[in-house]
């Protein structure tokens, strides 16, 4: 196989961080190549350097046989080297296909936009992805999964030959990432290269071919996907023997009922839910996209209006009106998507973390005591290992790790003895994912409930003592862990039991 | 922070040194701009570095000082307030004729009259709470009702013959000194410090505290930072916003009386674009129109930046058309810097 692009040496300096230091990569004509790395590890700064938003400090990128170094994205674009970001860049209030051919519209007459050309040119695209999307329907009326297609069609419409894809699946569901699979399989088949990036091991087995892995800006190998183990790959990402995914369990759920949910609903999203939680024990809740798990959880919280429902907190009736009653009663949520709900990203770490229980560091007059403040944030910093100089850093500038036990931190602080994890790992990487399944089985061991809702089966497993499993807005199932199979959890979850 | 103890497992490097120097950078970039606006003036107009003209910028900056304190609370917000302009006539008129046609006291009427700039402020409150409007559009709204209304009860004629008290915030002054001249005539000494120069200050000063130092502040970043996260984390975000509101309508009345008692006169019509002096000094302070960031000290530094130019520039001779020029133009070159700045970062 011939050599389409290759990496030699390249780095990477920006004021205090050396993001790349002396990387390698080869991509070949029709493979699927997955680069794994912790976050932190250069793939990002790599790929900007691959489609021309920065520029590499030393090193050379040879493209078709010649040296090559792209000053801007459209350069590389146009050179055949397409890029999907993490994020969707697409314009939503334009059509399918207005957004494939933005900033390349065929005219006509020099001057006017071919609108005939351009969807007929848009179907012929869509059609080598075997996507079935109108090319006249606006963007923000197709599903992600769709969307994603069509970040795809654009990336090919400048016939591209490697196409770089950044955590695609991170949005999709099941169901989404086989299509998004099998275009990738018929790219490949066409001698498109793909740099393929992704977090998440389990479902690189499906496509990759070879495997590159980069540890903290450093190349550290390159091996055909099947010569290596899972185990070997996340040992070489995080530069440790990780034996176990998950820490042994520390705690032992009690029979004290810690919080007890009865027809709880929201309307038109949920039917009925009851359930119960005891003090130290942690609930998984399993359950397809859509299913109304969040949904459930933001009506428990109180941030979304119920449609009736009694909740009992250490056997007390409460209610929970706004999400200021279900912290007074002693309830904390942590939102699936913590940068849109969770974090005030422009504020100091010392901020977030004091925000849900202010009057605990001010007078009664509401000054703020700003020594009591440090003085809580640098307990919080040291005591969940939150890697980051200073309490003063801009919560924007963590990883999502950290960032995520700044969440963690401001309820605790809060002193929540309920916590509401939802996907508490998404977009953490792997070292980090293992400290939070730390954090939270030390907080069941000191006698708090968890209920942790989660898409990754695996972590399901990994973490719970028992299992809710939720289908189309309903409570299908509560089961113990003993016994506990994926085959069930998903046989619950799709509605087939 | 220096001399406390850190937390172990983390390194106060360079990283900590280089936030602080932003930061640092950030608050002076503006002060510096001003110092050397004064220091090019008092080279090239003789009169400019005099005690006189100082307090006569300070007097000039004042109004505007004022507006920009309560703007800057409902911008760190995420917010805008267009009908600065019009409350600042509204309760004008609003004190004017409760002491004109009422007889009122003339202190009580301006309590009344900053009142009614509150009330002001808690009806865009509701229209963004609870209307959900944006900002721009319920304040755009207001600007329109409040200069009607103004207009209206005067019939838009101004209201003169108030009594001399009236006077007192705009043109009185504290610790005047008076001289003999070589004629044996008894003349002004040291002008004092004028009142309302005192009344901005001292409130610069408790909003300030307010904004750096309370829960209320905390709180009105945190609204302008991420809303949802903040009512997530059981904030009344709707009562921060009802504040934010109130209190630059406070602000904006506040400076409408001292307008209106420097000129002894109730003027329906003044103020008209008012409140676009005021969002350009708190631009010109560093805070972001997108929310969450920005400070009172900026917001003082950006009114004398727009008092200081167009008093030197009058004392230079320069046209009130070519003023606006030069001013429009600082308000871009003061916001590009900060946008390069935040980019390099």
């Given at each position: 196989m011939t050599t389409l692009l290759s990496v030699e040496g390249v780095s990477k300096a920006f004021p205090g961080v050396k993001a790349l230091d002396n990387v390698y990569l080869e991509l070949r004509k029709g493979e699927v190549h997955v680069l794994l790395g912790e976050n932190g590890a250069g793939k990002s700064t790599l790929m900007k350097i691959l489609s021309g938003v920065y520029q590499a400090d030393s090193g050379a990128i040879v493209y078709k046989g010649k040296p090559v170094q792209f000053k801007t994205a459209t350069e590389a674009l146009r050179a055949g080297i397409g890029i999907i970001y993490q994020e969707l860049n697409l314009v939503p209030h334009l059509t399918v296909a207005q957004n494939i051919f933005i900033g390349k519209e065929p005219v006509k007459m020099g001057f006017?936009?071919?609108?005939?050309?351009?969807?007929?040119?848009?179907?012929?695209?869509?059609?080598?992805?075997?996507?079935?999307?109108?090319?006249?329907?606006?963007?923000?009326?197709?599903?992600?999964s769709k969307q994603q297609m069509v970040e795809v069609a654009k990336a090919l419409s400048y016939n591209s030959d490697v196409l770089i894809m950044d955590e695609p699946t991170s949005a999709l569901t099941e169901a989404e990432i086989e299509e998004l699979f099998k275009v990738i399989k018929s790219l490949r088949a066409q001698g498109v290269g793909i740099i393929y990036i992704s977090h998440r091991l389990e479902e690189i087995r499906e496509i990759a071919d070879r495997v590159t892995i980069f540890r903290d800006g450093q190349y550290v190998s390159t091996d055909d996907y099947g010569d290596l183990t899972l185990d070997e790959i996340v040992k070489r990402m995080v530069g440790r023997e990780m034996a176990h995914k998950f820490p042994p369990k520390k705690h032992i759920p009690t029979?004290?009922?810690?919080?007890?949910?009865?027809?709880?609903?929201?309307?038109?999203?949920?039917?009925?839910?009851?359930?119960?939680?005891?003090?130290?024990?942690?609930?998984?809740?399993?359950?397809?996209?859509?299913?109304?798990?969040?949904?459930?959880?933001?009506?428990?919280?109180?941030?979304?209006?119920?449609?009736?429902?009694?909740?009992?907190?250490?056997?007390?009736?409460?209610?929970?009106?706004?999400?200021?009653?279900?912290?007074?009663?002693?309830?904390?949520?942590?939102?699936?998507?913590?940068?849109?709900?969770?974090?005030?990203?422009?504020?100091?770490?010392?901020?977030?973390?004091?925000?849900?229980?202010?009057?605990?560091?001010?007078?009664?007059?509401?000054?703020?005591?700003?020594?009591?403040?440090?003085?809580?944030?640098?307990?919080?910093?040291?005591?969940?290992?939150?890697?980051?100089?200073?309490?003063?850093?801009?919560?924007?500038?963590?990883?999502?790790?950290?960032?995520?036990?700044?969440?963690?931190?401001?309820?605790?602080?809060?002193?929540?003895?309920?916590?509401?994890?939802?996907?508490?790992?998404?977009?953490?990487?792997?070292?980090?994912?293992?400290?939070?399944?730390?954090?939270?089985?030390?907080?069941?061991?000191?006698?708090?409930?968890?209920?942790?809702?989660?898409?990754?089966?695996?972590?399901?497993?990994?973490?719970?003592?028992?299992?809710?499993?939720?289908?189309?807005?309903?409570?299908?199932?509560?089961?113990?862990?003993?016994?506990?199979?994926?085959?069930?959890?998903?046989?619950?979850?799709?509605?087939?039991? | 922070m220096a001399n406390e103890?850190?937390?172990?497992?983390?390194?106060?490097?360079?990283?900590?040194?280089?936030?602080?120097?932003?930061?640092?950078?950030?608050?002076?970039?503006?002060?510096?701009?001003?110092?050397?606006?004064?220091?090019?003036?008092?080279?090239?107009?003789?009169?400019?570095?005099?005690?006189?003209?100082?307090?006569?910028?300070?007097?000039?900056?004042?109004?505007?000082?004022?507006?920009?304190?309560?703007?800057?609370?409902?911008?760190?917000?995420?917010?805008?307030?267009?009908?600065?302009?019009?409350v600042l006539a509204m309760s004008g008129v609003v004190a004017g004729m409760l002491v004109k046609d009422w007889e009122w006291n003339v202190y009580v009427a301006f309590f009344a009259g900053a009142l009614s700039g509150v009330f002001v402020g808690f009806l865009n409150g509701a229209m963004v709470n609870f209307l959900r409007l944006p900002p721009f559009i319920a304040t755009l709204g207001m600007m329109m009702i409040a200069r009607g209304l103004a207009l209206l009860v005067t019939n838009a004629r101004s209201i003169p013959g108030l009594p001399e008290s009236f006077g007192d915030i705009g043109n009185?002054?504290?610790?005047?000194?008076?001289?003999?001249?070589?004629?044996?005539?008894?003349?002004?000494?040291?002008?004092?410090?004028?009142?309302?120069?005192?009344?901005?200050?001292?409130?610069?000063?408790?909003?300030?505290?307010?904004?750096?130092?309370?829960?209320?502040?905390?709180?009105?970043?945190?609204?302008?930072?991420?809303?949802?996260?903040?009512?997530?984390?059981?904030?009344?975000?709707?009562?921060?916003?009802?504040?934010?509101?109130?209190?630059?309508?406070?602000?904006?009345?506040?400076?409408?009386?001292?307008?209106?008692?420097?000129?002894?006169?109730?003027?329906?019509?003044?103020g008209v674009a008012f409140e676009m002096d005021a969002i350009a000094s708190t631009v010109i302070g560093g805070t972001s129109l997108m929310g969450g960031v920005g400070g009172i000290s900026g917001t003082i530094i950006g009114a004398f930046i727009i008092g200081v130019l167009r008093n030197g520039l009058n004392m230079f001779g320069v046209q009130g058309f070519v003023q606006q020029i030069i001013i429009g133009a600082v308000i871009i070159l003061a916001v590009s810097v900060d946008q390069f700045r935040n980019r390099k970062k």
């Amino acid at each position: 196989m011939t050599t389409l692009l290759s990496v030699e040496g390249v780095s990477k300096a920006f004021p205090g961080v050396k993001a790349l230091d002396n990387v390698y990569l080869e991509l070949r004509k029709g493979e699927v190549h997955v680069l794994l790395g912790e976050n932190g590890a250069g793939k990002s700064t790599l790929m900007k350097i691959l489609s021309g938003v920065y520029q590499a400090d030393s090193g050379a990128i040879v493209y078709k046989g010649k040296p090559v170094q792209f000053k801007t994205a459209t350069e590389a674009l146009r050179a055949g080297i397409g890029i999907i970001y993490q994020e969707l860049n697409l314009v939503p209030h334009l059509t399918v296909a207005q957004n494939i051919f933005i900033g390349k519209e065929p005219v006509k007459m020099g001057f006017t936009i071919d609108a005939a050309r351009m969807n007929r040119d848009a179907v012929e695209i869509l059609k080598r992805l075997n996507a079935d999307i109108k090319p006249t329907a606006l963007v923000k009326n197709i599903a992600v999964s769709k969307q994603q297609m069509v970040e795809v069609a654009k990336a090919l419409s400048y016939n591209s030959d490697v196409l770089i894809m950044d955590e695609p699946t991170s949005a999709l569901t099941e169901a989404e990432i086989e299509e998004l699979f099998k275009v990738i399989k018929s790219l490949r088949a066409q001698g498109v290269g793909i740099i393929y990036i992704s977090h998440r091991l389990e479902e690189i087995r499906e496509i990759a071919d070879r495997v590159t892995i980069f540890r903290d800006g450093q190349y550290v190998s390159t091996d055909d996907y099947g010569d290596l183990t899972l185990d070997e790959i996340v040992k070489r990402m995080v530069g440790r023997e990780m034996a176990h995914k998950f820490p042994p369990k520390k705690h032992i759920p009690t029979d004290e009922v810690i919080l007890e949910v009865r027809d709880v609903q929201r309307r038109g999203e949920t039917e009925k839910a009851s359930f119960t939680l005891h003090a130290g024990e942690i609930l998984g809740v399993a359950g397809l996209m859509g299913a109304g798990r969040t949904e459930l959880a933001r009506a428990i919280f109180g941030a979304d209006p119920k449609a009736g429902g009694e909740i009992f907190v250490n056997g007390a009736r409460v209610t929970v009106d706004s999400p200021l009653d279900a912290i007074q009663a002693g309830i904390g949520y942590l939102s699936e998507d913590r940068k849109a709900y969770g974090l005030a990203l422009n504020m100091r770490i010392t901020d977030n973390i004091t925000m849900a229980y202010l009057d605990e560091v001010s007078t009664r007059s509401g000054r703020i005591l700003k020594h009591l403040e440090k003085g809580v944030s640098r307990r919080f910093v040291k005591s969940l290992d939150i890697k980051t100089p200073s309490i003063s850093q801009v919560v924007k500038n963590l990883s999502g790790g950290n960032q995520q036990k700044v969440v963690i931190a401001k309820w605790l602080f809060r002193n929540a003895r309920v916590l509401i994890f939802d996907e508490p790992t998404r977009g953490v990487d792997v070292g980090a994912k293992y400290a939070i399944y730390e954090l939270m089985d030390g907080l069941a061991a000191s006698g708090a409930g968890i209920i942790m809702i989660s898409s990754e089966l695996p972590e399901i497993l990994g973490m719970s003592d028992r299992i809710m499993v939720m289908s189309q807005g309903r409570v299908a199932a509560i089961m113990n862990i003993e016994g506990a199979t994926q085959e069930k959890i998903l046989h619950h979850a799709a509605g087939l039991l | 922070m220096a001399n406390e103890p850190l937390p172990a497992g983390t390194a106060m490097d360079d990283e900590s040194a280089r936030l602080l120097n932003a930061d640092l950078l950030q608050k002076f970039a503006a002060l510096a701009g001003l110092v050397a606006l004064l220091v090019v003036f008092s080279l090239i107009a003789r009169n400019f570095f005099t005690v006189d003209n100082l307090i006569n910028i300070c007097r000039q900056t004042t109004t505007i000082a004022l507006a920009g304190i309560g703007v800057t609370f409902v911008i760190i917000t995420g917010g805008i307030d267009l009908s600065i302009g019009s409350v600042l006539a509204m309760s004008g008129v609003v004190a004017g004729m409760l002491v004109k046609d009422w007889e009122w006291n003339v202190y009580v009427a301006f309590f009344a009259g900053a009142l009614s700039g509150v009330f002001v402020g808690f009806l865009n409150g509701a229209m963004v709470n609870f209307l959900r409007l944006p900002p721009f559009i319920a304040t755009l709204g207001m600007m329109m009702i409040a200069r009607g209304l103004a207009l209206l009860v005067t019939n838009a004629r101004s209201i003169p013959g108030l009594p001399e008290s009236f006077g007192d915030i705009g043109n009185g002054a504290l610790g005047t000194t008076y001289r003999l001249n070589a004629r044996g005539v008894e003349v002004i000494g040291f002008p004092g410090i004028p009142h309302a120069v005192i009344l901005m200050a001292v409130l610069a000063v408790v909003f300030y505290y307010i904004l750096s130092s309370t829960k209320l502040g905390r709180y009105i970043y945190a609204v302008g930072s991420n809303e949802e996260a903040t009512r997530l984390s059981g904030i009344n975000v709707v009562k921060v916003k009802f504040f934010a509101y109130m209190i630059c309508g406070g602000f904006a009345a506040l400076s409408g009386i001292v307008t209106m008692s420097r000129l002894v006169t109730v003027q329906p019509t003044a103020g008209v674009a008012f409140e676009m002096d005021a969002i350009a000094s708190t631009v010109i302070g560093g805070t972001s129109l997108m929310g969450g960031v920005g400070g009172i000290s900026g917001t003082i530094i950006g009114a004398f930046i727009i008092g200081v130019l167009r008093n030197g520039l009058n004392m230079f001779g320069v046209q009130g058309f070519v003023q606006q020029i030069i001013i429009g133009a600082v308000i871009i070159l003061a916001v590009s810097v900060d946008q390069f700045r935040n980019r390099k970062k």
